[in-house]
DNA sequence: CACAGGTCTCTTTTT
DNA sequence: GAGACCTGTG
């Protein structure tokens, strides 16, 4: 009996197809991931295809992981030879290797969504254009769909002609792109741009990459933009192995430039293409898939399928409707605390899904008010926090000066009497060379607007920077960042500027220490470019792990790829969910996406799924009154347990009756005790998110007594149990070095770290 | 130049 | 409700 043995007829039928264009339509839990990856497997055993000739696009470095290891699983040899990255991952890649072809330096920095902020911000600036008026954001809006386009500054000019309301547009355009290649930087969409631009500039290289990529797999092909289609078209033109797996009933990046023809059309662009579809559902109930294939039936734009499972149909699907968020919130937190007390399930069985990331603040402070483990997805992007801004921001300067937007982030910070009158001066200057702004800063005492002082006070960082650039080679990235926190001493700085929340921020850049050890350890030859470039293309979904013991909170997008025993779908509501920004654009294809999103939310639960509404709901600052959210009304009244208003067709009947409130409030309420004592609350995988609301208030008093001494066992939050080695009084507060017993020795401060005798 | 205190705007969703 | 932005004061 072979491995191809445990798959379905459909599922063997996409395995064995090996040769020429391939559409997997996969619908959700249907398991393409095991499909993928038996087909990777099979064309390496069977066909006998060299590993090093496949290449496998995700959209997350999570889904890649996991695909690596489930290949690595199945392959006896050669798995560690697939190229199996992210579009961007793979993209820079082949950047870093010839990207002097298109004019840039190859230790180009990548562009997050801030930098591309800050830049923007200067540039408007410069061209008088009042951000109130057009805001930065709409700006670079367009400068990303017209680059997930293939659209450049020349052609986006050629197509915007006459086009009055266009010219601040172009010039902006133009604006932007040129400074990002005097930064020598790329933006996300650049990545992919100039990709395809490289491989339409050189038949040579491509045709380097087209014999090496044989065999080209797409996940999640339902959520390619037209720019990343282009890449893999090119990539795959010649031997046209391009297998592309996806759902169309699951496309929610529209906002991104996904483009969701490429895979309603893809037949056309292949008309020799197989076609299989994937439609048993190994996941879900049917109760859950039943509600889920009534939701995304009321979808016109679609390809027709429909899901079906061999499971039971399972428990309801409950639907509950509360008075506020709060009591939503609460609601949760208790029916997952039952749930784990009965014993069926444990925390990380759980997921609470909403629409936006906004929600999650009450739904986090009742979850740490009744002490229940959990995890945030998202919210911040961990290194877009501004601490690990700041580090990175001084790890760019030491690797690229021409980075203009890392120098001037850190250029005052900490506080170094360099305000903006100066950076302005210094920016005039170097522009007028045509010099990088830290180029431009070496020369401080040169330029005649500086007086005498300012350009003291600017000499001292560039001297800084440069003994960093000499001690690099000797030292290593780690020793870089503990070096920059010395020098800089950025950690009296975060607790000047924090207080309370400085100990969270210091265990950030612990966290970032930490990323670096691992990648000097796993590297042969580590190098500071390369560091950042792994950094820049990290989503906050990667860094969460299914196994731990935590109730996760995400967006219904970061859900996309996972599965929970028990979800709960909060904020059903028209307003929230539906967006009022889908509701109220009048293009119906707005609403059909987030239907798609509704329908990712159901297919996430397997055995256990809520539906919640709130009444009332504070968004941004004013409380709303929404109605139930259609999709609720589109799950057949007969799959819940609760009749909704208006789904079953009572009578007229207008007014929701007074017994709508389903909850039998008296069991589901194990009244919360605020004032007990609640186990402290393990935090995340790896502390990346902050406990908020925990941190104020419990706070222990400043230099106040220490409920413990040296020698003293102690337990920490994230750390654990560990002894106290060390106490130090510091002018501010007491320092204390503990040892503990599975993070080894740390040094913190007693007024943060909230340390407890044990 | 730094900082405090006020006003204004705003979010879907993310690589 | 928070963060970004502006303004006035020392």
Redesign the pocket.
Known sequence: MSIYDTLNKEQKEAVLHTDGPLLILAGAGSGKTRVLTHRIAYLIDEIGVNPWNILAIT??NKAAGEMRDRVNKLVGFGAEQIWVS???STCVRILRRHIDKLGYENNFTIY??DDQKTVM?EICKRLNID??EI?E?TLLNAISNAKNELIGPVEYELKSMGDFSRKKYVLVYKEYQAVLRKNNALD??DLIMKCVELFKSSSEILNNYQERFRYIMVDEYQDTNTAQFELVRLLSDKYRNLCVVGDDDQS??K??GANIRNILDYEKFYPEAKVIRLEQNYRSTQSILDAANAVIKNNENRKDKTLWSSRESGSKIHFRQFDTAYDEAEYIADDICAKVRKGGNRYGDCAVLY????QARLLEERMVAEGIPYDVV?GV?FYARKEIKDVLAYMKTVDNGRDDVAVKRIL?IP????????VQKVTDYAEMLDISFYEGLKDADEIMTLNAR?AGMIAPFVTLIQTFRSKLPEYGITNLIRDILEKTKYEEYLKDQYEEEAEDRINNIEELINKAVAYEESNDAPNLSEFLEEIA?V????NVENDGNQVLL??L??AKGLEFPVVYLSGMEDGLFP????ITSGDPT?IEE?RR?AYVGITRAMDDLTLCYAKTR?Q???TQYNPISRFVREVPAELTDYTIPGVIKITEEKETPKAADPRPKAILRPKATPKAEKPYIAQGISGLNQLTGLSKGAAVSILGELSYGEGDTISHVKYGEGTVIKIEKDPRDYKVTVDFVKAGQKIMYASFAKLKRL
């Open positions: 959209f997350t992210t579009f961007h997050d969504t911000k951000t109130k805001k954001r996300f969409d929610i990046y906002f991104r629409r936006t990331n906004a998202g992007n005052n506080r170094r009497g360099i305000g903006s009158t100066t300012t293309l989503a906050d979904i990667d995400l967006t997008h970061s967006g009022y920004m889908a707005d987030e999103l504070m941004r600052g004013e």
